[in-house]
């Protein structure tokens, strides 16, 4: 938040948009569904925002992890340290 100069492009779509609607809404007034298309709207930017994150700021989040070995007692080991 410090460097907003170095902000996304879509960072400043979602700023823009959101001060867009809000000058929107208060010159023509609230409604249920003014409202409604404007969370959509910044909904659709949001998830725009996240699923075209840089290639460097990508894997930050969720980590899978590999499948670990489980032992079946009925299957024969393939690991040489598994053995009794």
Request: net charge positive; glycine share 4%.
């Amino acid at each position: 938040m410090q460097n907003f100069r170095y902000w996304r492009k879509m960072t400043w779509a979602i700023v823009l948009t959101s001060a867009f609607l809000l000058v929107w809404m208060v010159i023509n007034g609230f409604s249920v569904a003014m409202i409604a298309f404007s969370l959509a709207v910044v909904g659709v930017l949001w998830v725009l925002w996240y699923l075209t994150q840089p290639l460097w700021r990508q894997g930050r989040g969720l980590h899978l992890r590999r499948p670990q070995y489980v032992h079946v007692p009925w299957k024969t080991p393939s690991d040489p340290t598994l053995q009794n």
